[in-house]
């Protein structure tokens, strides 16, 4: 059973930075691409990073240059480095998997999200 357990929110002001951590159990991690999504209060959830099997990234336009996705194989675990936090970066953090196994980024699979709070 796929299981993914984030941490790592807290509330921080301005400019701070946090790491989520998302552990994976359950399945053969290292197969399956993987994400965050994040959805703040009356908005849709949106794509926020993803990783391939094979380490290559993407990120939303929003984050680029301040968040940075991660993965070790070897723990099964997920990480999203967030520095620079901006208030509008306040929202619950999903961690994702793929559905299908490979390379393909269908996300079908979620954790119970972590919150992030930034304050002005």
């Known amino acids: 059973q796929v299981q993914l357990v984030e941490s790592g929110g807290a509330s921080v002001q301005a400019g701070g930075s946090l790491r989520l951590s998302c552990a994976a159990s359950?399945?053969?991690?290292?197969?399956?691409?993987m994400g965050w999504f994040r959805q703040a209060p009356g908005n849709e959830r949106e794509g926020v990073a993803s990783?391939?099997?094979?380490?290559?990234?993407t990120y939303a336009d929003f984050v680029k240059g301040r968040f940075t996705i991660s993965r070790d194989n070897a723990k099964n675990t997920l990480y999203l480095q967030m520095n620079s936090l901006k208030p509008e970066d306040t929202a619950m953090y999903y961690c994702a998997r793929a559905i299908t196994y490979g390379g393909s980024c269908d996300f079908g699979y979620w954790g119970q999200g972590t919150q992030v709070t930034v304050s002005s």
């Open positions: 990783i391939d099997t094979d380490g290559s990234t």
């Open positions: 359950g399945y053969t991690y290292s197969s399956y691409c």
